[in-house]
T-cell receptor, first 117, second 114 residues
Framework: DTGVSQDPRHKITKRGQNVTFRCDPISEHNRLYWYRQTLGQGPEFLTYFQNEAQLEKSRLLSDRFSAERPKGSFSTLEIQRTEQGDSAMYLC???????????????FGPGTRLTVL | QQQVKQSPQSLIVQKGGISIINCAYENTAFDYFPWYQQFPGKGPALLIAIRPDVSEKKEGRFTISFNKSAKQFSLHIMDSQPGDSATYFCAARNPAGNTGKLIFGQGTTLQVKP
């Protein structure tokens, strides 16, 4: 399978614990995005990487959140001191430099569902 | 100005009918409008997309109609099938900063009855 993969698929943690999620984008996609999706809502942008550079962070990304993309390949999203409000689906998407007709389509992974007890 | 408003929140259609989902936006700088389909427990999958210089795009049973002056666009699913039952999201891309980030609507849950 050559799609975007995410690990783990599900994570249950206790409030105050740290969690880390991994995203493996489609090979050779230089653009990588993290989104958060809460129940009944559309995905909300969190952060964007172009290769290894983190070029934009949403104000939704508090200082408890950190994301990395070493060597411009896989990416990790870490949440420190988790809170119940962090419970959501965390989605990763990747995009080539220019997609079909230059529109830059984003391809999403299956997501990591986080539950904070 | 960054919002994309989607309606209806839920939709029930008989098999073979036409499903219509509408979205509206404010920011005239948005330059790309995709629709995503999401099944429970899965990530969104790109369905069809359009640029604002085109008024309509059709791919199989799926058509996007785009009205630039009204700042509205819609997804039409012809001959709706039970397998189309899913949540549909419209989105818009803000080209500012060249990040390509998408702003999503709130979603429409479609149920196609057999």
């Amino acid at each position: 399978d050559t799609g975007v993969s995410q690990d783990p698929r599900h994570k249950i943690t206790k409030r105050g614990q740290n969690v880390t999620f991994r995203c493996d984008p489609i090979s050779e996609h230089n653009r990588l995005y993290w989104y958060r999706q809460t129940l009944g809502q559309g995905p909300e942008f969190l952060t964007y990487f172009q290769n290894e550079a983190q070029l934009e962070k949403s104000r939704l990304l508090s200082d408890r959140f950190s994301a990395e993309r070493p060597k411009g390949s896989f990416s990790t999203l870490e949440i420190q001191r988790t809170e119940q409000g962090d419970s959501a689906m965390y989605l990763c998407a990747s995009s080539p430099r220019s997609g079909r007709a230059g529109m830059g389509e984003q391809f999403f992974g299956p997501g990591t569902r986080l539950t904070v007890l | 100005q960054q919002q994309v408003k989607q309606s209806p929140q839920s939709l029930i259609v008989q098999k073979g009918g036409i499903s219509i989902i509408n979205c509206a936006y404010e920011n005239t700088a948005f330059d790309y409008f995709p629709w995503y389909q999401q099944f429970p427990g899965k990530g969104p999958a790109l369905l069809i997309a359009i640029r604002p210089d085109v008024s309509e795009k059709k791919e199989g049973r799926f058509t996007i109609s785009f009205n630039k002056s009204a700042k509205q666009f819609s997804l039409h699913i012809m001959d709706s099938q039970p397998g189309d039952s899913a949540t549909y999201f419209c989105a818009a891309r803000n080209p500012a900063g060249n990040t390509g980030k998408l702003i999503f609507g709130q979603g429409t849950t479609l149920q196609v009855k057999p």
